[in-house]
C-alpha cells in the first residue's frame, strides 16, 4: 500500500537532479511509501487539541550580535572540493539551464 | 511593426509603444533583492566586505557543511522590521523561515534559507513621486528574508554566459549575505507611464533604504537589484477586472534605474506585438541586456521551479513583541519624499536647486550646515559650489571632505564681517581642507584678511595710478569701464586682500573727486 506514485518519485529524482533506473524507481516507491504511511500512523494519533509544530522547542527569537568570528582559510575551505581551480571551486557546467 | 535581434536565429516583433499602450494596459510586478550592510551573515558571523578574494569569506554554515547550524543575525532581523515599518507594512507576530530546496552549484547547501508563507512583512505601501509631481501609490505584497547565493564565473564559453561553458567557478563569499526580497503586488492603472512608475518606485526604495542606513543599495555592485514582472491586458473590455491578466515574463537583473524604465517599455512593445498577432505569451525568464535594450528568452518556467518549501527546521520561530516593534518603529526616519517636500519649503529652494543637492548627497550636510547657524542660501552656495568642486576634484564624496558644517558657518560669517572676499575665503578654505585648522586660524596663520585700512589702500591705489597713465587718461576721458584695470592693479598689489567694490571707490574718488568731500 504505496502512499506515493512510481511518477511522484521520478519528479523528485529530477528535482534532486538524481539519476535512477526504472527498477531503482519501483524500489523506492515502494520504500517511500512505506515511510509515509509511517508518518500517517502518527498523525492519526494527534487529535484535534495538538497544533502543527515545526519545532519541538518551544523557542523562540533565538539570535546573535552582528559580530564577525573567525572564518575558515580559503584551502581549508577548499579542502574538500574534488577540483578547484583560481581559488574557487570548480564545477559541471549545468545543461539546459540559463 | 518592426523587429529586433534576439539571440542567434532568432527575431522579436515589438510594437510601436504609442499603439502598444493605446491597446493594452500594463500590469507590472517588481522584485526588488535588497543586500543589508551587516557587517556578517545573515546566519553566520563571516565578514560580507565587498571584493574579498574567493572563499575566504566563508565557514561551515555558509558553506553547508555536515553538521554546522545556523544563528540569526539580530542586526539583519532588525533591518528586516525596519524595512517593513517603512514601507507601511504589517509585522507578522510570528514568523518561520522556510527552506527554498534546489540543486545548483550557487548554493552549497542545496537549499536557500528563505521565507515562504509567513513573511515578516506584508501588506504596505509606498508612495511614489513622479516627474511632473503626480503620485502614484505602489502597494507592497510583503519583504521577507533570505541569504544571497554564491557567485560562479562560466569558464570556456564566449561570454561568461553559462551557454557554451564548459564548466563554473564559485565563490562561496557571498552566499548567506542577508538579503530582504521587496515584492509590490501587480500594479495597474499606470498605462503609458509604467516605465516611469517603475523606474520612479525603485529610485524612491532606494532612498528608502539609503535613508534607514541599512543598505549600500549601490545597483552597480548588486547591492540592489531588480526583477520585472509584466504582463498585459486588453483595453476594449469595458470591466478590466473581468479581463484576466496575461501570461507574464520575468526579466531578470535589471540593475540599472534606466534599465527598469527601458526593460519595461520593451515588454510592453515585444507582448502587444505577439497578442496583436494572436501569439501566446510564454512564461519564462528573459535576460535584459543593457547594450542593445531588448530582451531575449531565459529558461522557461518548468516543473523544475518546484522548490518544495518547508518549515526551517534548524532555526527557531521569530516572534515580535509590539514594544519592540514600536523601538524599531521609532527609528524610521521621515520619508524621503515628504522630508524633501518640507525641507524645499523651508529653504525656499527651487525643485531644480534641491535635485542638484540631492545628486550630490549634500542634502544633509546642508541641512547640518543651516542647524549649525547659515542661511539656506549660504550653506547651498559652499556645498553645491567650492565644495562640491574640491570633493569632485579629490575623488571623494561631499561628507569625506575634511571640514565640518560648523567650520563653514565660521567661514561664511567671516565674509558676512566684511573680513573675506569670496576669493579670500576660498584660499582659507584651502588652507582648511589642507588640515591647517579651522578657518580664523587659517586666515590668521596664512594672513588672508580684507586690508580696511584706508592709509594702505589709498598708497595701493595711488601706486596704481601713476604706474599706468593710460588707463589714468582714459578713465578721465569718460571711459570708466577702464577702472577695472586699475581695481586690478590694485587687487594684484594687495594680493587680494581687498575688497573689490571699496578700492573702486577709491580709485573713482581719486580721479573724480566729489563736491564736498575731502581728499583721502
Ligand atoms: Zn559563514
Redesign the pocket.
Known sequence: MSAISREEVAHLAMLARIDLAPAELDRLAGQLGAILDSVATVQQVAGEDVPATSHPMPLTNVTRPDEPRP?LKADEALSGAPEKEQQRFRVPRILQED | MTTTANGPGTLDEVLDYDTATAAFDPVMGLEVHVELNTVT?MF???PTEFGAEPNTQ??P???GLPGALPVLNRAGLESAVRIGLALNCRIAPLCRFARKNYFYPDMPKNFQTSQYDEPIAHDGWLDVELSDGEVYRVAIERAHMEEDTGKSLHVGGSTGRIHGADYSLVDYNRA?IPLIEIVTKPLTGAGERAPEVAKAYVSSLRDLLKGLGVSDVKMEQGSLRCDVNLSLRSRQDDDQMSVPLGTRSETKNVNSLRSIERAVRYEIKRHAARLRTGQKIVQETRHWHEDTGITTSGREKSDAEDYRYFPEPDLVPMQSDPEWVDSLRATIPEPPAERRRRLRAEWGFSEAELRDLINAGAVDLVAATIEAGATPAAARKWWSGELARQAKARGVDLCDLPITCEQVVELQGMVDAGRLTDTLARQVLDGVLAEEGGPEKVAAARGLSVVSDDSALGAAVDRAIEANPAVVKKILSGKTAATGALIGAVMRDMRGKADAARVKDLVLKRLVPQEGETDL
Open positions: 572564518c | 551573515k553566520c558571523g563571516c566563508v565557514c554554515v555558509c558553506l548567506g
